[in-house]
């Protein structure tokens, strides 16, 4: 289903800005980083974007094959990994793009170098190799991302979800964007990872809430296959929004970014399995 809203900005609530939000503390030298390989396709084939969304469960296991035991034994013991990657179609017919980003040094050492030594992949369950063509490495310091707090003060924000996205409530999956649901997550993930806390602070998440709004959007549901038993895959939903933001201007910097950092970290649930792609337009 796609569907476009618009709804009125309206006045920002009268509240103090919230006295917790992620801090710049120990991050000199902290990078975040991302590396792009594109892969050819077996000759002939073509896939679509949900075809290719859905090759990220599979992805992530060959991805694995190149980890060495002790730190994928350490991953799987996470509640966030300090990784994420999705697939998309490439720029050429017969291509992919595979996008794997490390939210850590010890995560590009241990995930992203390995793999750029890698000339093909073998995807095993969907009975194909992908060959190498092109890698592209590029590395962003994490105290370029904090800036946006002090230095971002745009009261709009575009987003596009580029692989299947969703949460999960009360255990239910939720497949529409939600704006508390979104930052809370990108705050915890953002907590666990460089601060070791994986609490969001109730009071950002209110405060946040009450100056963001949905404006309108553009997008449809789509489930990602081969990341569980069930016959049709964890469903969520692709497709881009914009953002309007009210509220003083270290909110709204506050808010692009958990943005930019949701570029890296991917949004929502399974985002090392290739789910909660995004990109800010």
Known sequence: MEEEREEPDGHAPERRA????????????????SLTLTLGLPEG?????????????LLQGALMEHVDRDYAALLHTMQFNPYSQYCVTGKDPGTLAWHVQGLTDEATRRILTPLQSVDAFEVRGAGMRLDVRERAFETTSLKTVLD???QNGDTHAHVEFVSPTAFKRAGQYVVVPDVRLIFQNLL???GRIYEGDGEASVETVDYIESCVRIRSYHLRTQSLQHV??????VPGFVGDLTLSIRGPQPLRGLVHMLLRFGTHAGVGIKTSMGMGGMRCL
């Open 18 to 33: 919230p006295d917790r939000e992620p801090s710049d503390r120990d991050t000199s030298g902290r990078r975040l980083s």
């Open 45 to 57: 084939k073509r896939l679509s974007l949900a075809q290719a969304n859905s090759l990220g469960p």
């Open 148 to 150: 946006e707090i002090a």
């Open 188 to 190: 915890m993930q953002y």
């Open 228 to 233: 569980s038993p069930q016959a049709h895959g």
